[in-house]
Antibody, heavy 121, light 109 residues
């Protein structure tokens, strides 16, 4: 059974850091594209970061230079290191699997339940 | 700002048909995928590609594309379809692989 379980969220002061984890079962993270998506309270979905099966990583402008995506194949886990946190980073952070297609029919086909990050003093 | 544009809200009478649209420059090249999100829950993929439904998604959900506009159609809307719907596709801006639309809240009357 495919499962994605995020942990690591919490209340953190501005300027602080957290490491979010996404533990995966049912497929191998190193063989697929994995992504983080966030949702601020009452707002829409925002794409944050992706790590490709080959290891390349990309980020939204809003988090570039502050967030780092990585994975540990031995633990079948994807991470999002979030540094220099700001109030506007407050959101539920979801990890998801991306099913890619050569004809541009990508899909975020499996999602975790999310982990909440609150940045406040 | 999002490069995929959605109407913020749409309503439909119970049992009727509704189209939720998504406009963007990349939609003429890449397909949109569509996600349903109910309060307090994670998004769920409902449509991807030309018109593909994941297992478990009712066949009243369908997708289409015309030019730079993709549409999610619900034929015979049910009360449980009331939710936020988001489109997603490739982003046109260099190293920003994907982008979401702003979302459409569907009310079933």
């Amino acid at each position: 059974e495919v499962q994605l379980v995020e942990t690591g969220g919490g209340l953190i002061q501005p300027g602080g850091s957290l490491r979010l984890s996404c533990v995966v079962s049912g497929f191998t993270v190193s063989r697929t594209y994995m992504t983080w998506v966030r949702q601020a309270p009452g707002k829409g979905l925002e794409w944050v970061s992706v790590i490709y099966s080959g290891g390349s990583a990309y980020y939204a402008d809003s988090v570039k230079g502050r967030f780092t995506i990585s994975r540990d194949s031995s633990k079948n886990t994807v991470y999002l290191q979030v540094d220099s946190l700001r109030a506007e980073d407050t959101a539920v952070y979801y990890c998801a699997r991306i099913q890619t297609s050569p004809i541009g029919a990508d899909a975020f086909d499996r999602w975790g339940q999310g982990t909440m990050v609150i940045v406040s003093s | 700002s999002s490069e995929l544009t959605q109407d913020p809200a749409v309503s439909v009478a119970l049992g009727q048909t509704v189209n939720i649209t998504c406009q963007g420059d990349t939609l003429g090249v890449y397909f949109a995928s569509w996600y349903q999100q109910k309060p307090g829950q994670a998004p769920v993929l409902v449509i991807y590609g030309q018109n593909n439904r994941p297992s478990g998604i009712p066949d009243r959900f369908s997708g289409s594309r015309s030019g730079n506009t993709s549409s999610l159609t619900i034929t015979g809307a049910q009360a449980e379809d009331e939710a936020d719907y988001y489109c997603n596709s490739r982003d046109s801006r260099g190293n920003h692989p994907w982008v979401f639309g702003g979302g459409t809240y569907l009310t079933v009357l």
